[in-house]
């Protein structure tokens, strides 16, 4: 009887060199099977004791072959061995580690439940990952930071904020305070790829950057990756921010929140179905306008300026090989008073479903929907009013995901999958009136999809080396309806004007395409048991921008897709880095050094007008970039005072035909020198110390190098057309916390804590801007041509004192 193989080969032909190629491929992969016939598998999930969690990351190794794995996203494990009989030991720091007897001479699931065993530990640690994970994983250039860390963290306002957080990490940085998002090796805040249970934020802020949207109750894992990027993340070319959701306690009731100084915040999640499934939910709310109300003049006392935000997610597991889950969050911003309203949010759905096709093969099909969108206007409501502004926009991504994981051997694990995006860009719906009389401003919808496939290897050649390669695909199409137009040539940096008529495509018509390939490398070369050399490559491309001139993003920034006129932006980085752990784990540190190259990127014209500008491609501008740096990084890991210190010294520049001579010049973001440093100090079990310090330097600025006065007002002038030729004054800023937890139980049944903040302690008012104006009050001063300057520099400052705040934590 034909072996499957036997048949496959014998019905196809093998004339063709090429198929013969796929067919000795396809008979390698069928016979893998059959060449483990004398091997078996132990896999299942290890979980929380206490709530039912997947653990991420928990190392399962095998003592008698010195080998093993860590847990996935969903805390599924894998391992194929010779027959025989194991002691598999499963741990994780802050757990109580647990060593399993396996006789393995058939294929087993054996699934774990690890108890937490902080309450028993003499020493505090701030990090869940297995020791020496720094050094002996393939990851580089990947920072985790714990909830609990977070949570102890001093924080503005004493609200937990998990984006404040990572901005404390190295090659990491923000241009102010109160500006949204976060700058990641050289890239704008664009170029980072945030994920809330794999679905894209297009906007991470809360009040206009001094909070974000992911509320620290629901959040269950963070992980920033900045360089030797997998070959499963795609679409941004700086950085991947992915922050996953809890699944909800499965094992009992749990109510906790807090009552802060500008919001308060409640979750519920409870476990359903006999334990096989489980829920949470969790809201905010800020109450800044009901505080202000009573102090307010008439004038202002319809006035709205609020936050809220709901977040959920359900899981259930049918069987032992199926878990589905189901997420959501909804955010908004309101502000405005009387007929004036401004408002913007998100609104994210993920639905996944895991499944095990076999102890080695484990899948993962995820689809998700997104939407940011942003509304102003004056009168929005009243249709009947003489005077009326309106203006909506938004973009909506919609996606299917399947990611497929092959356990190989344990030293060799395979990866692959593909994705499906499809774009909807809705640049600007308006419409004014004045005196009755109404104007049509809408821009058309852009519509676009994009494609990938990707597979990646992870294995270990010895036991000093391991690789981590593989490859992704990406293929983007521009699709109608619409008119694209072509822009005449001009003199460089000059607004280019479209060329009449335009090109009319039909509802998905292809306009324009573009291809990429996006390899990955990594490798791990061990050179003792506690420090490594690690190198990686990565090249990513990105076919969604974001298009602000402002120094800072604000929500009303408009996203737009690639065209015929706007390539895509791709991203190609090296990185190098030295890592080192000493004294059994309880210090580790990293040396990093990293060069970025960036091409497509986007700039714009004098004088561009980015809003309700049907033609704003011909204000753009392209040109290329560079970034590199070194990261010096010590955490410490154990005992009653933890923390890390980090060190970051960079050079960000950008390269704009017409712009600053065509001369490479700083770009917006550009901090040379950027050191933090947090410290966590358990004074006794009830009380705990916390502060951050960072020093930054400041941002470029561009400053009149003369003046000029004419008709009685002085002007600043630029008169060798340079940019950003100087810097505003350094930043620097402490904040100190205090954790205090309750004695007595709440409602005899719960816990509570008193967190107190003091946010800028020695009053610092850092310089968000700097910028010239005419005072006619100061002395006037005669330049060369006898013309009288009457200019100042101002120090614009978002925050200029000291900010204290106590919030009210609870839990039963």
């Known amino acids: 009887m034909l072996s499957l193989p036997s048949i496959i080969y014998q019905n196809f032909s093998m004339k063709n060199k090429v198929h013969k190629k796929w067919i000795v491929l396809l008979l390698f992969v069928m016979s893998l099977p059959a060449a483990a016939q004398n091997k078996h598998t132990v896999s299942g999930y290890v979980k929380d004791l206490a709530n039912g969690e997947g653990l991420i990351g928990v190392s399962v190794y095998v003592k008698e072959v010195e080998t093993g794995v860590v847990t996935n996203p969903y805390g599924f494990y894998s391992l194929t061995l010779p027959n025989g009989t194991y002691n598999v030991v499963f741990s994780y720091i802050g757990y109580q580690k647990i060593s399993k007897t396996v006789d393995l001479n058939t294929d087993q699931r054996v699934d774990i439940e690890m108890s937490d065993e902080s309450e028993n530990l003499k020493e505090v640690t701030i990090s869940t990952k297995k020791e020496d994970d720094n050094v002996r994983s393939i990851e580089m250039s990947v920072n ?38 976060f700058n990641v090796r050289g890239g704008d805040i664009s170029q980072n790829l945030v994920l809330l249970d794999e679905a894209p934020v297009y906007n991470s802020s809360h009040l206009f950057g001094f909070f974000s949207v992911f509320n620290p109750d629901v959040v269950k894992d963070v992980k920033l990756i900045k360089g030797g990027i997998p070959a499963q993340y795609g679409g941004r070319i700086s950085s991947i921010l992915d922050v996953r959701m809890k699944e909800g306690n499965a094992k009992k009731r749990e109510i906790n929140g807090g009552i802060g100084s500008i919001f308060s915040r409640l979750t519920y999640e409870q ?44 899981n259930y597991r049918l069987g032992n090989k199926d878990t589905f889950f189901a997420s959501g969050y909804f955010g908004k911003d309101v502000f405005g008073g009387g007929d004036f309203g401004f408002g913007w949010g998100n609104a994210t759905a993920t639905a996944r479903w895991n499944h095990i096709f076999s102890n080695k093969l484990f899948m993962n099909l995820t689809g998700y929907y997104s939407n ?27 996606s299917v995901k399947p990611d497929f994981t092959y356990y190989i051997t344990p030293n060799n ?131 969604l921008h974001l298009l602000s001139n402002t120094a800072a993003s604000s929500p009303l920034d408009v996203w737009t897709l690639s065209s015929s006129n706007i390539k895509p932006e791709l991203a190609d980085q090296v990185a190098a880095g030295w890592f080192q752990n000493f004294k059994d784990n309880m210090f580790e540190a990293s040396v990093e050094v990293y060069y970025k190259k960036l091409h497509n990127q986007i700039d714009y014209v004098t004088g561009s007008d980015l809003l309700l500008n049907q033609f704003v491609e011909g204000d753009l501008l392209t040109g290329k970039g560079r970034a590199y740096g070194a990261e010096f990084y010590l955490k410490k890991n154990k005992g009653r005072l933890t923390g890390w210190i980090s060190y970051t010294l960079s050079k960000t520049e950008r390269q704009v035909m017409s712009i600053n001579n065509d001369n490479w010049f700083p770009a917006r973001f550009d901090k040379p020198h950027n050191f933090t440093s947090v410290a966590i100090y358990e004074l006794n079990k009830r009380l705990t110390l916390s502060s951050n310090f960072t020093i930054t330097s400041g941002t470029p600025a561009t400053f009149p190098t003369n003046g000029y006065s004419w008709g009685g007002i002085s002007l600043g002038n630029n008169y060798n057309n340079v940019r950003n030729n100087n810097r505003i004054p350094a930043y620097h800023r402490l904040d100190l916390a205090a954790t205090l937890k309750a004695r007595k139980k709440l409602f005899g049944i719960g816990e509570g804590e008193w967190v107190f903040s003091i946010y800028n302690v020695y009053n610092r008012r850092n310089a968000f801007s700097v910028y010239t104006r005419q005072n006619d009050d100061k002395p006037t001063v005669s330049d060369r041509t006898q013309n009288m300057l009457r200019t100042e520099a101002v120090r614009y400052s978002v925050i200029g004192s000291l900010i204290p705040s106590v919030t009210y934590n609870f839990k039963f």
């Not at 800044?288 to 997610?313: G, H, V």
């Open 144 to 181: 985790k930071v714990e909830m609990k860390t977070i949570k102890k963290m001093p924080a503005l306002l004493g609200e937990v904020d998990l984006i404040r957080s990572i901005q404390l990490l190295p090659g990491v940085t923000t241009v102010g305070e109160g500006a949204s998002g």
């Open 372 to 398: 940011y969108d942003y509304n102003l206007g004056q009168n929005e409501n009243d249709e009947q009013a003489k005077d009326r502004f309106v203006w909506k926009s938004k973009i909506i991504s919609k």
């Open 413 to 543: 694990q395979l990866t692959f999958g593909g994705q499906y995006i499809n774009y909807d860009s809705r640049p600007g719906k308006a419409t004014a009136v004045s005196e009755g009389e109404g104007l049509n401003l809408d821009l058309p919808s852009r519509h676009a999809d994009e494609s990938a496939l990707y597979i990646a290897n992870e294995q270990k050649l010895t036991d000093r080396i391991s690789l981590q390669y593989g490859i992704r695909y990406s293929y983007y199409r521009s699709l109608g309806p619409g008119t694209e137009y072509l822009y005449g040539d001009t003199t460089a940096g000059i607004r280019k004007q479209p060329i009449f008529p335009g090109t009319e495509y039909g509802k998905g018509d292809v306009i324009k395409t573009y291809g990429n390939w996006e390899p990955r490398f990594a490798v791990n070369v061990g050179i003792t048991s506690t420090a490594s050399l690690k190198l990686s490559y990565n090249r990513m491309s990105q076919y």
């Open 271 to 314: 476990p359903f179905a006999a334990g096989k499934g489980s829920f949470i939910v969790a809201g905010r709310r800020s109450y800044i306008d009901i505080l202000a109300k009573p102090f307010l003049n008439k004038d202002l006392k319809d006035s709205k300026f609020n936050f809220y935000d709901l977040t959920a997610k359900v």
